[in-house]
């Protein structure tokens, strides 16, 4: 066998015998763009490199962290808070001396990332780890008609997509599972289950302590538009009294004070609000009702809290048996058992006391002010902060105790906060290999050959790989029209933008006749009978670079044009036109007859979901406009945030659901 030495030949030869002369050649001129540099990111980034692709974009929005190390290999110790492209670029730079890899810690959502940008690589690979940003690449990609490999892992399944437009589903062909839900009733007043007071340490409370102001604009918002009285003076009172914590967490530190600060926090949620709770009796018929804790109580040893919350409360139950490991030296019933009590196991799963979480809620709460005071603006739960960690263990442990349900060591919320599955280094490099494979077919152009392939959790076949499926008919990201604008937001309007590109209206395949509705994204910005934005210029719209401007048709006959906008070339003069068309203007396909209803997150209907962290049409439409046309949909942030983590309001028990939600209470 011939010997690979460290010679430019020796590096090549086992690549250009298995690629063939002719597409080993051409690899040296492919621009790759990578996004992510995580876990298969680092496995790609090494493949790639080592395969030969000459110009390597690698993209990456994150630092490392100390939990990256155990699998992506091309980062160190020392190299912790560093940044992931930068760092792994200089890593696999050294592996091939031919290969040139430029990288970027940024996020792929810039603006300056747009359509332009996108059509300059041959290829683009994804290693991400979440929806959205899957979704924002794999509409670029639709948009710049790049062709994509999209990737994924979850502990010891993963798979492996090439997508190209026209040829194969999208990214977005196929709806993907909604996230399980709960009520917000269920968070806010009623948990039942641990994850219910882990949902709301991290989503509710912590940005209501550490998150951004809410200045009650909202509210003055939903009260001028005539919602429920009685609501938005509960929610004003709620917001008052948090302002009130709010601004002790913020207050220059006196000394010794920073505690102060936490019991006062603990007093609000955990005492008068259960208070307030327990006040509303219709709500405890059918239900245990809770306990309020008591702050001196716990720290001297005297409160008991109800026998059902000790019944069921884990971590006195651990305790306990520790305890008698200890010799029943400790102390339960009145929750004061030593750290040492039930040191067994690693520290991060030894089951917390209820002095313990006391203990844990009052020195997280009093590290967080101290990044408030110096200087940090807000402070939302990420799992490798250990701070936020120890408030949403402390602060879920507490409420659950208060309700008589049993707690969680920090370990266990970490995995679920963090919605964690164990990442497996050995997933990751296979899922790794087989992109590369893929990334060949699509720049040899084999597309008979791509296949869908997944690896699966079945030893006596762990792959298996799927003949392309052609796109979703209904999709609403692939059978879109797509088309580019270069213009200068400030300059140009919405009515030049879409007038110009529907033409006279035999353009635009006949399109420009009809009544057509515009939308960025999901915000509806003009229809038939609404046109008071069509003079206003983009940018005042908030319609920039790197964003989409949606034309749909409103009979639904035509597919739907999405407009990239992007900026005019260097050197365009600046007396020179403010916008530049397409040289062929767009002409949508009719549609098809839906057989059934579309699939995907249809940007642009009337009906749309607002999805992610978007706001809905209406909503918007009313704010842009000033006046109230009529009913609005009033969703305050913190029931958005809480949306957000899946969870879904619910205004009676009774009402319908939809299949895919979870009823948890
Ligand atoms: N919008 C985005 N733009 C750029 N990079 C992104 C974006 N979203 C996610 N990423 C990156 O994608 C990578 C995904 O890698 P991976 O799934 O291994 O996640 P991780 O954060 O490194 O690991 P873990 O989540 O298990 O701690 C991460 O490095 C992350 O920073
Ligand atoms: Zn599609």
Redesign the pocket.
């Known amino acids: 066998m011939a010997k690979a030495t460290g010679s430019a030949d020796g590096r090549s030869r086992h690549a250009k015998a298995i690629l063939g002369p002719e597409l080993y050649a051409r690899l040296s001129e492919t621009k790759v763009l990578l996004?992510?540099?995580?876990?298969?990111?680092c496995e790609l980034l090494k493949n790639i490199v080592l395969t030969g692709f000459g110009h390597i974009t690698l993209?990456?929005?994150?630092t490392i962290?100390l939990?990256?190390l155990n699998r992506?290999f091309l980062f160190r110790k020392k190299d912790v808070k560093q940044s992931?492209a930068l760092v792994a670029a200089k890593t696999a730079s050294a592996f091939n001396p031919n290969v040139k890899i430029t990288p970027i810690h940024g996020?792929?959502?810039e603006p300056q990332f747009d359509v332009a940008w996108f059509r300059g690589f041959d290829i683009v690979l994804n290693?991400?780890?979440?929806l959205d940003?899957r979704r924002h690449v794999n509409k670029m990609c639709m948009a710049a008609n790049i062709p994509l490999v999209e990737s994924g892992t979850a502990g010891y399944l993963g798979q492996v997509q090439p997508i190209l437009k026209d040829r194969a589903e999208c990214f977005d062909c196929v709806p993907k599972p909604t996230p399980k839900s709960f009520p917000v009733c269920t968070i806010r007043s009623t948990p039942s289950q641990p994850i219910h007071c882990i949902v709301w340490a991290k989503s509710y409370l912590m940005p209501q302590l550490f998150g951004e102001d809410e200045d009650g604009g909202e509210l003055d918002e939903a009260e001028k538009q005539g919602e429920n009285a009685q609501e938005i003076a509960t929610l004003r009172k709620e917001a008052q009294a948090f302002k009130v914590v709010r601004t002790a967490l913020r207050m220059p530190e006196i000394d010794g004070q920073g505690p102060n600060a936490a019991k006062l926090v603990f007093e609000k949620v955990f005492h008068s609000d259960i208070l307030n709770l327990l006040s509303m009796a219709d709500m405890w018929r059918s239900r245990a009702p809770p306990t309020p804790l008591d702050f001196e109580g716990i720290r001297k040893g005297t409160f008991v809290p109800t026998k059902k919350a000790y019944a069921e409360d884990t971590s006195a139950h651990s305790a306990k048996k520790a305890a008698k490991v200890d010799g029943g030296k400790t102390n339960v019933a009145n929750g004061s058992s030593s750290n040492s009590a039930n040191t067994a196991g690693l520290k991060d799963q030894r089951a917390l006391s209820l002095k313990d979480n006391l203990d844990l809620f009052v020195s997280s709460t009093v590290r967080l002010s101290a990044r408030l005071r110096s200087g940090e603006d807000t402070i939302s739960f990420d799992k490798?902060d250990d701070d936020t960690l120890d408030f949403v263990t402390a602060a879920s442990n507490l409420r659950s105790i208060a309700y008589g349900i049993p707690t969680k060591s920090r370990w266990e919320v970490k995995e679920m906060a963090g919605n964690i599955i164990p990442?497996i280094a050995t997933t990751n490099a296979i899922i790794a290999g087989l992109i590369v494979l893929q990334a060949f077919q699509l720049l040899r152009k084999s597309y008979n050959a791509l296949r869908n392939v997944h690896v699966q959790f079945k030893p006596s076949m762990p792959l298996s790989a799927i003949n392309m499926t052609p796109p979703n008919p209904n999709c609403g990201v692939c059978r879109d029209t797509y088309a580019e604008v270069l213009c200068d937001p400030a300059r140009v309007t919405l009515s030049e933008v879409v007038e110009g590109v529907l033409g006279d209206g035999e353009g635009a395949g006949g399109m420009g006749k009809r009544d057509v509705s515009v939308y960025e994204h999901t915000r509806m910005l003009s229809d038939p009978d609404w046109d008071d934005n069509l003079e206003r210029t983009l940018e005042s719209l908030n319609v920039t670079r790197g964003k989409f401007l949606s034309i749909v048709d409103d009979e639904g006959e035509f597919a739907t044009i999405q407009l990239a906008i992007g900026v005019l070339p260097p050197g365009h003069s600046v007396d020179g036109p403010a916008l530049i068309l397409p040289s062929l203007l767009p002409m949508p396909p009719r549609k098809p007859k839906p057989a059934m209803p579309s699939t995907p997150p249809r940007t642009g209907t009337k009906r749309s979901a607002p999805e992610d962290d978007d706001i809905e049409p209406v909503a918007k439409r009313l704010k842009m406009n000033g006046a109230a046309p009529g009913p609005t949909p009033f969703t305050p942030n913190k029931k958005k945030r809480l949306e957000d983590d899946g969870l879904i309001m619910l205004d009676n028990p009774d009402e319908p659901l939809e299949d895919d939600v979870i009823l948890v209470d």
């Open positions: 996004v992510g540099a995580g876990g298969i990111g993209l990456d929005l994150d962290d939990s990256n992506q992931k996020n792929i959502k290693a991400l780890d979440n940003a490798d990442a």
